[in-house]
């Protein structure tokens, strides 16, 4: 017996629910062939459960045969996730899917994935630190309650929308058994769980705290995105502060006893303002990545220095001034901006970085919220004509105005 499974796209679950029900009816007795060649859309919340469920039954032995994918397939590793030890600072954390089987792994990775935000969208106050700490919570869930070897995550960063979609997914126990083991709380049914879970200090262990996934929904509520888990049969959507969701008999396992996985999807608008402190309820404070550029009198210190490789080229530039932008909209003191061991730097790095900011947000914003220090006055000389230069000529998305 051998079946062929076209998969016309990987956006939301019903590929995975394809994919596990054709791959337990002919995996074992026959051929599963997946013609991915013409799949189109790839997101998060189609390709985290897709991915892991393959690899799920690949190892497992199931006879599955792979087509030659589309393109849009193959540049998101889908088929082939890529294992998180071999990745490199500075490559493409974005849009592909990892394979993570250690904590380090699962760390290095949000670092990659926060930088990547960091340096490409303009985000509201506090979003960067929430999205790093639900990262950091759902990633680790994996190894604390799953009992699968590694967990699967990717994220996507849509530009025109400022949205960003992650998922992140298991092949383990499901959050309905992890209930059952441990005794606690007993949940009727795979929904009842899901809604537990999201709860307040509700936790399978007693050691744990309970404010993983409660944190996770309480940032998306206050940033108006969405939330979606999905765990053995049970599924729950949250979204403008509605949960919904239940159970569907309907939904194949990939295996009852110890099998039927977890996938949680979220995504959050960027530019909207959240803060964990608004999340969990905890007094205001420095956000966590900004802490060890904080100088001793609590101002964020970006020294130039740091980006030395990069000073002479505009794209790095960009980066650089929308990190410089995050940090100014997450920092209640002026940011200061340390030319320290700067000897001269090109015109174009100069530009792009403050030029385009006094462009975009007016001096008396530029003056009231950089402080720049320690410049050589050659350094000084080039930062104030390319500012006035910039400000003069505008840009495609500004008019020109008047230099003061
Ligand atoms: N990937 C997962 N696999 C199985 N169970 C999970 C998973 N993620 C979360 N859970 C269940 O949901 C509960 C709540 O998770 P969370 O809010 O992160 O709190 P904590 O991790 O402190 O227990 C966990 O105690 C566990 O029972
Ligand atoms: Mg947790």
Known sequence: MRKILPVSDLAGSRATVDLIYNAKRYGTRGTLVLDLSRTRAVFPNGAVGFATALQFFRRGLFNIELGTPSKS???????????????????????????YTTPEQASRLTTAFTRAIEDNVHCGRGVIDALTWCLFEVMD????????????V??????????????????????????IESGVHPAKDAYEALKLAVQERVTSKTKNMGNGLYGLIRVVGLNGGELEIRSGRGALQFADWQLQGGVSLSTPLMDQENHQGTLVDWQ?????????????????ATPSRLEDVEDEYGQIRLRVSDF??????????????????????????????????????SSSF???????????????????????????????????????????????????????
């Open 141 to 152: 869930n994996v190894f604390q309650h799953s009992n699968a070897a590694s967990g699967y």
């Open 268 to 284: 959050l608008h960027m530019g909207r303002a959240v803060t964990l402190n608004d999340a969990l309820d905890t007094p205001r």
């Open 350 to 404: 100069a530009d792009e970085v403050l030029g385009k900011l006094v462009l975009a947000r007016g001096m008396d914003f530029f003056a009231n919220r950089v402080r720049m220090r320690n410049m050589s006055s050659t350094v000084q000389g080039i930062v104030d004509r390319s500012i006035v230069q910039r400000v003069q000529e505008g840009d495609e998305d500004h008019p020109a105005r008047e230099v003061p």
């Open 73 to 99: 397939v193959l540049d998101a590793h889908v088929l082939n996730p890529s294992p998180a030890s071999s990745y490199e600072a500075g490559t493409r954390a974005t849009n592909r899917l990892w394979e």
């Open 154 to 179: 990717m994220m996507q960063i849509h530009p025109k929308s400022q949205q960003c979609a992650i998922a992140v997914g298991d092949s383990g126990i499901g959050i309905h058994k992890s209930f």
């Open 308 to 345: 030395e490789d990069e000073i002479g080229s505009r794209t790095a530039a960009r980066n650089i001034r929308i990190r410089l932008e995050n940090a100014i909209s997450d920092s209640t003191a002026p940011v200061v901006l340390d030319f320290g061991g700067i000897a001269v730097i």
